[in-house]
């Protein structure tokens, strides 16, 4: 007779599954927006990062340090708008922004406005496990970054061409519209570009990290979701949640936490509480985009309202699962 493990999470008995290591790499990518090696490189960067967080869990690590080194593989692919990739500002500039949560303590680090730190996960961690501090931000955070041995690098590094090309069209956009002085209208697409990870360990706790550069010709230090807790990122004993999307739609729902909180409270199954409130409560405000989510129940859930979100998951078969375009087809875990 089979035998199964449980274990008590928040005064509920949860049947502990195979450690699952779920992904996003952005919401906003619609069919023709990549040539075919931007897609096979996108969803080899996709496997890669969901094999080396799983490497973690495989060798007993925790939930966080699954989530660190998937979106560190993440952050280094120039595919997706963090790290390496990050959109450029007004400015010219890039200004990353990240967050770590951990289910397990309810302990999170955040940071903000960052021009240097290669991985800012890294730091997000930092600041959760060595620090009093949730969030930090702009030199403040480097300075700690510098204080504990994180890697900084020349701003140069974070240029990417097509990532430059990109705030030159948003450039002369805005030029055109002031020429005709009609009120530049951005679509939604133009706040997306996340990275973000998902874990639950072997103990039954879960993580959850996100990590973004912003928005392209973005002013005035505006950070979106992705570093707030509760908006982009959230994590407790039932539920992971990580999303992607228009960051002033997620923050004013609180987003990640709203999904979390319907599963807790209201006993919504994850994928129905994810649904409504990704891909109704955001879009009849006015927004879009989309999430992942993971219930300690090894439940995953993938919404989002526009043509495409890189996504993936790996679980106990150990193979990467990937997938971007809304018509992709995507293998979903056994119950």
């Known amino acids: 007779m089979a035998q199964r493990s449980y274990s008590v999470r928040d005064g509920v008995l949860v049947a502990l599954v195979q450690p699952t290591l779920v992904i996003h790499g952005g919401a906003g990518v619609e069919p023709g927006d990549l040539t075919p090696d931007e897609e096979v490189a996108a969803r080899t960067a996709l496997e890669a990062a969901l094999r080396a967080g799983y490497a973690k869990l495989q060798a007993g690590g925790s939930s966080v340090d699954a989530v660190a080194a998937a979106i560190t593989v993440l952050e280094d692919a120039p595919q997706f708008n963090a790290g390496r990739g990050a959109v450029f500002t007004h400015d010219g500039r890039n200004e990353l922004d990240t967050s770590i949560m951990d289910g397990a303590t309810g302990k ?42 994180i890697a900084l690098v020349d701003p140069a590094y974070f240029r990417v061409e097509k990532r430059w090309q990109q705030l030159q069209k948003a450039l002369q956009e805005e030029k055109n519209a002031q020429a005709s002085n009609t009120p530049l209208e951005l679509p939604g697409k133009a706040y997306f570009g996340t ?82 409130v990704i891909n109704r409560d955001i879009p009849k405000a006015g927004g879009d985009g989309g999430a992942i989510a993971l219930g300690a129940d090894g439940s995953i859930a993938f919404p989002f309202n526009t043509g495409g979100m890189y996504r993936g998951w790996i679980g106990a078969d150990g193979v990467p699962h990937v997938a971007i375009y809304k018509a992709d087809a995507l293998a979903m875990p056994g119950r």
């Open 195 to 276: 990275v973000g990870a998902l874990a639950l360990d072997a103990q039954g706790n879960l993580a959850a990290g996100t990590s973004t550069g912003g928005m392209t010709n973005k002013r005035y230090g505006r950070v979106g979701d992705s570093p707030i807790i509760g908006a982009g990122t959230w994590a407790d004993a039932r539920c992971a949640v990580s999303g992607t999307g228009w960051g002033e739609f997620y923050i004013r729902a609180a987003a990640a936490h709203e999904i979390c909180a319907r599963v807790r409270l209201s006993g919504d199954p994850l994928a129905r509480a994810a649904d409504r």
């Open 108 to 149: 999170a680090g955040a940071a903000a406005g960052l021009h240097r730190v290669k991985n800012p996960i890294t730091l997000a961690r930092a600041i959760m496990d060595k620090s009093r501090h949730v969030m930090m931000v702009g030199d403040g955070a480097e300075i700690f970054a510098k204080e504990q041995g």
